[in-house]
Structure formats: structure tokens, C-alpha cells
């Protein structure tokens, strides 16, 4: 049962590179969901795909791209990367809009 | 300014007492509430949620009290064990925007054994 997939893991970036994280779920899911989590900060949401076909900011969403390439993949993308940046990024799903949410293990970004 | 607050950034407790994690909110909309938890270098997953429209859930040893009145949900854990050491994150879904969800700064738990 893989649920949330996430790639990569960790990963080091120098100011200035791009780079693009991967989520897919294997729920059929409808809604997912790229968050960012900071010390001191909780969850904050950077962008969402309430349906395939459809994205939305979320509260943080400068910086980054995202693209909903079918039902199960949604990617998010750093065209230039900055040390504010550096973050554990979570990719979610749900059945509908903010119901009950499984997340993925994270991605931990440093930009040096 | 924070609309989900979880005052209490850390608690301790004893194994096979009651732990008992705090969260108040501030905006009135909010209609469903969730609570997550969050172990280190893993995704938070979710534990147990509560319409507006009860006071109570019950979930085993999780039980989730709603005061809308007081605008005060609490998360308690009966009896706690040491694998429950975990970040608690408290969410709400505000139903006047879009139900978006709106999440707390989380509470760290520690069971001592």
C-alpha cells in the first residue's frame, strides 16, 4: 500500500538551480496538495489541485510552479531556488476538497 | 495572525496517564475539525475529527471535545504510551472560505516510560 510517494527524499540545491519535486498517489484521490513546513511555522500550503485539470495558490506560492500531469501525479517545481527555500516540503491527497489527508513522507530541501 | 492556536508548543506526560493537547480558534466559520500527528521525518497522518455540530468524538484511547462556545477543542489520550510521542497538529476547515484548512502550529508530546 504505497499511498503518497514522494521523490526525492533529500536533496541540496545551490541558489539559483531548479529543480522539481515529484508526489503521486495511488488512492484515486481527487485533491492534492503541496505544503511547506518551517520551524516555528506549522503546515503552510503553497499550492493546490482541487481536480485534475485544476491548481490554485494556496497561502506561499511565490517562487514555485506546479502541474497536475494527470489524477495521480502532481509536481511541484522551483524554477530558481533561494536559501528561503530551504524547507520539508509535503505532498497530501484527499478523497474531496480538505477532507481527512494522507500525506507523504517529505522532501528535505536545502539551498545553499 | 494565527485563527488556529495551540498554545502549548510541548507537553510531557507519564505512561498510562492522560494526555490531554489544547487548541483554540478564533473564527467562527469553522465547521470540521481535525487532528493530525506527526512523527519525526515522516508525513503527518491523520488521527481523529469532529463536526461542529457534536461535542464528542471517541476513537479507542482518542477522544476529541469541542466548546463551541468557548471556541476550544482538546485531543485526549487515555492511557498514553510511549509510541504516541509524536507533533500533534490541530486543523479546522473554515466553511466561509472555499473550506479551506487551517492549521495550528502543532503540540509536542512526550510519553515518558
Known amino acids: 500500500n504505497a499511498g503518497v510517494t514522494q521523490t526525492p527524499k533529500f536533496q541540496v540545491l545551490k541558489t539559483g538551480q531548479s529543480m522539481t519535486l515529484q508526489c503521486a498517489q495511488d488512492?484515486?484521490?481527487?485533491?492534492m496538495y503541496w505544503y511547506r513546513q518551517d520551524p516555528g511555522m506549522g503546515l503552510r500550503l503553497i499550492y493546490y489541485?482541487?481536480?485534475?485539470?485544476?491548481?490554485d495558490k494556496g497561502e506561499v506560492p511565490n517562487g514555485y510552479n506546479v502541474s497536475r500531469l494527470n489524477k495521480r501525479e502532481f509536481s511541484l517545481r522551483l524554477e530558481s531556488a533561494a536559501p528561503s527555500q530551504t524547507s520539508v516540503y509535503f505532498c497530501?491527497?484527499?478523497?474531496?476538497?480538505?477532507?481527512?489527508?494522507?500525506f507523504g513522507q517529505g522532501t528535505r530541501l536545502t539551498v545553499v | 495572525d494565527q485563527q488556529v492556536k495551540q498554545n502549548s508548543p510541548s507537553l510531557s506526560v507519564q505512561e498510562g496517564r492522560i494526555s490531554i493537547l489544547n487548541c483554540d480558534y478564533t473564527?467562527?466559520?469553522?465547521?470540521?475539525f481535525l487532528w493530525y500527528k506527526k512523527y519525526p521525518a515522516e508525513g503527518p497522518t491523520f488521527l481523529i475529527s469532529?463536526?461542529?455540530i457534536k461535542d464528542k468524538n471517541e476513537d479507542g484511547r482518542f477522544t476529541v471535545f469541542l466548546n463551541k462556545s468557548a471556541k476550544h477543542l482538546s485531543l485526549h489520550i487515555v492511557p498514553s504510551q510511549p509510541g504516541d510521542s509524536a507533533v500533534y497538529f490541530c486543523?479546522?476547515?473554515?466553511?466561509?472560505?472555499?473550506?479551506?484548512?487551517?492549521w495550528g502550529l502543532g503540540t509536542s508530546l512526550a510519553v515518558n516510560p
Open positions: 488512492m484515486n484521490h481527487n485533491s
Open positions: 489541485s482541487a481536480s485534475e485539470g485544476t491548481t
Open positions: 497530501a491527497s484527499t478523497p474531496g476538497m480538505n477532507t481527512e489527508a494522507f
Open positions: 473564527n467562527s466559520m469553522f465547521d470540521y
Open positions: 469532529i463536526s461542529s
Open positions: 486543523a479546522a476547515l473554515d466553511a466561509g472560505n472555499n473550506r479551506k484548512l487551517i
